[in-house]
T-cell receptor, first 114, second 112 residues
Framework: ETGVTQSPTHLIKTRGQQVTLRCSSQ?????VSWYQQALGQGPQFIFQ???????GRGNFPPRFSGLQFPNYSSELNVNALELDDSALYLC?????????????FGPGTRLTVL | GEDVEQSLFLSVREGDSSVINCTYT??????LYWYKQEPGAGLQLLTY?????DMKQDQRLTVLLNKKDKHLSLRIADTQTGDSAIYFC????????????FGTGTQLKVEL
């Protein structure tokens, strides 16, 4: 158990809809990163939040957006869902500039887009 | 550019050692990590190594890093059925915003 929690566990949406996924970071961690893991693939970095601001972004379109709150929890929002957005969405928390910047992952949210 | 490659499958007998290999292309990698993922679960951090180290041992796990060849390996001694999972190597680098770049994963199957 890493102490990182995500909700919901599973979600089914239809194409064109919008979705919000939530993540609570491990106690004492100030940075949250989001990853998309398609079936049979390794996780792909979406973006990272530190001090409530986006701090690095991967190769994802603007319809993927996020927020970080003062308690360091975070949301991932995806607009205009496409079939290819079906994946496991993982968040990871860490302490910025700590030793190794190690990231601890939550259990993920499985999103299915029909 | 950034690219991390792993072989897809590895099958070993219980009690044997497992060696999972990974190659990466970014020479500016700062840290290299090994994560374990069981079916339907998130990623569990197993161990990591700083790029100026050659080896790190942690109980049954030994990580070897050959920076010249950009090759990373994870050895699991006395492999157990509970070690069956997908293993991902990942790299991060200074100036990369602490983004992790993952390999495609190696599925380890431990047979009795």
């Amino acid at each position: 158990e890493t102490g990182v929690t995500q909700s919901p566990t599973h979600l089914i949406k239809t194409r064109g809809q919008q979705v919000t996924l939530r993540c609570s970071s491990q106690s004492g961690h100030n940075t949250v990163s989001w990853y998309q893991q398609a079936l049979g693939q390794g996780p792909q970095f979406i973006f990272q939040y530190y001090r409530e601001e986006e701090n690095g972004r991967g190769n994802f379109p603007p319809r993927f957006s996020g927020l970080q709150f003062p308690n360091y929890s975070s949301e991932l929002n995806v607009n205009a869902l496409e079939l290819d957005d079906s994946a496991l969405y993982l968040c990871a928390s860490s302490v910025r500039d700590s030793n190794a910047d190690t990231q601890y992952f939550g259990p993920g949210t499985r999103l299915t887009v029909l | 550019g950034e690219d991390v490659e792993q072989s897809l499958f590895l099958s070993v007998r219980e009690g044997d050692s497992s060696v999972i290999n990974c190659t990466y292309t970014d020479s500016s990698s700062t840290y290299l990590y090994w994560y374990k993922q069981e079916p339907g679960a998130g990623l569990q951090l197993l161990t990591y190594i700083f790029s100026n180290m050659d080896m790190k041992q942690d109980q049954r796990l030994t990580v070897l890093l050959n920076k010249k060849d950009k090759h990373l390996s994870l050895r699991i001694a006395d492999t157990q059925t509970g070690d069956s999972a997908i293993y991902f190597c990942a790299e991060s680098f200074t100036g990369g915003g602490n983004k992790l770049t993952f390999g495609t994963g190696t599925q380890l199957k431990v047979e009795l």
